[in-house]
């Protein structure tokens, strides 16, 4: 009887767990859905404003009376503030008033055929605002706020909005990337991953680099070596792995690998989940030289024997170097036949290091505070 109690339990368990997963999916498809609905009322709102200002001459005051009427009809619903109402109206007009030879260029040539008047450029034009919304009304409308007050054109805010869908981005995270130019900076490195990979590996490795790679969550001295600059990136390995984008899972620093008789160390190695493949970085604390590229092709070489299973894609290198000359970066890879990226790296906190010496460590501060509190 105890057994077969037991065995009861254990079944009630697996099926309220399995219900308790069935009830937060539903309640993020409702939340979800809520969410375009308003965006979607939103982007109608922000039309009629924007139309209402044009037609009418009600004066500067309209939104404000609007927001005093709306907010006394419906008192529990935010979004109504006179300054939300404003934000609204320049939602709507950042996405409708689109430029039309950029977009146009964007757009299917199947779409593009014929083409002569202005009335099929605004029906083209039309049809981009369309997706351009079913795209918006799908992130938070605090995601669409932070990306339209930051971003410079509709190309770039829409590149943001896809990464927010695709990464399911944090507002702070969305934030992040937007101030860092990750738009600028995505798919710039270097690489002979055209050659050296076969479509679509080669597109999707190349959209995995950067250039430059932004380190502003180091504070380092100001003659950091390649060791130092290695364990603080480690160190702070969440900072790390988002600058370097997703699908990138740490593996371990100074991995060691054996060649014939002799060590060798790689300084960090990565597993990308995305391109089913490792990735290994090397760290140079000095200018680009051709040399370095011999090397991480030596190490890349290595794992592809010793690690690379069934199933794994060919092994990528990144070498990540203080400076580099693109015409010289681009001659010392035409020749090699594993695939490596050139970037570099910028860090916006450098310390003298006699004064990065002479700072108190944590416990010391703690014990001044807690002296300090007891007189």
């Not at 404003?49 to 529990?76: C, H």
């Not at 984008?245 to 060798?264: C, H, K, L, M, N």
């Not at 597993?271 to 090397?282: A, K, N, P, R």
Request: a negative charge; charged letters at 25%; aromatic letters at 10%.
């Amino acid at each position: 009887m105890e057994v077969k109690k037991l065995k009861t339990d254990s079944q009630y368990k697996d099926w309220l767990a399995d219900l308790k997963n069935k009830v937060r999916r539903i309640q993020i498809k409702a939340a979800l859905a809520v969410n375009k609905e308003l965006l979607t009322f939103y982007w109608e709102l922000g039309a009629d404003i924007v139309q209402k200002q044009s037609t009418t001459n009600w004066g500067d005051k309209f939104l404000s009376r609007l927001s005093i009427d709306l907010m006394a009809e419906f008192p529990g619903m935010k979004g109504f503030s006179r300054r939300n109402l404003e934000l609204i109206r320049q939602w709507h007009l950042f996405y409708k008033q689109a430029n039309l030879p950029v977009q146009i260029a964007k757009q299917p040539v199947s779409q593009l055929a014929g083409i002569h008047d202005r009335e099929q450029s605004r029906q083209v034009v039309g049809q981009f605002v369309q997706q351009a919304v079913a795209q918006i009304t799908h992130i938070p409308w605090g995601h669409n706020i932070a990306i339209i007050s930051k971003c410079k054109n509709i190309d770039e805010a829409l590149y943001y909005v896809q990464n927010t869908l695709d990464h399911n981005w944090s507002r702070s995270v969305l934030v992040h990337q937007i101030e860092s130019g990750l738009y600028r900076r995505e798919g710039k490195a270097v690489s002979n991953f055209a050659n050296a990979l076969p479509s679509p590996q080669s597109d999707l490795a190349r959209q995995t680099l950067k250039d430059p790679y932004i380190f502003d969550f180091l504070t380092m001295s100001k003659n950091f070596d390649e060791r130092e600059l290695e364990k603080s990136l480690v160190d702070h390995i969440t900072h790390f792995l988002l600058e370097l984008g997703a699908g990138f899972a740490y593996i371990g620093r100074q991995v060691p690998i054996q060649v014939g008789e002799r060590d060798f160390f790689i300084d960090l190695l990565f597993y990308h989940t995305q391109l089913h493949c490792y990735v290994v970085i090397e760290l140079k604390t000095t200018d680009f030289e051709p040399e370095h590229a011999g090397k991480l092709n030596f190490y890349i070489k290595a794992i592809d024997e010793q690690l690379r299973k069934e199933g794994d894609q060919p092994t990528i290198g990144i070498l990540l170097c203080k400076n580099r000359d693109r015409l010289v970066a681009e001659y010392a890879l035409s020749d090699i036949h594993k695939p490596i990226g050139v970037s570099e790296y910028q860090l916006t906190q450098l310390l003298p290091d006699n004064l990065k010496s002479s700072l108190p460590s944590v416990e010391e501060i703690e014990a001044e505070l807690s002296g300090g509190s007891n007189e």
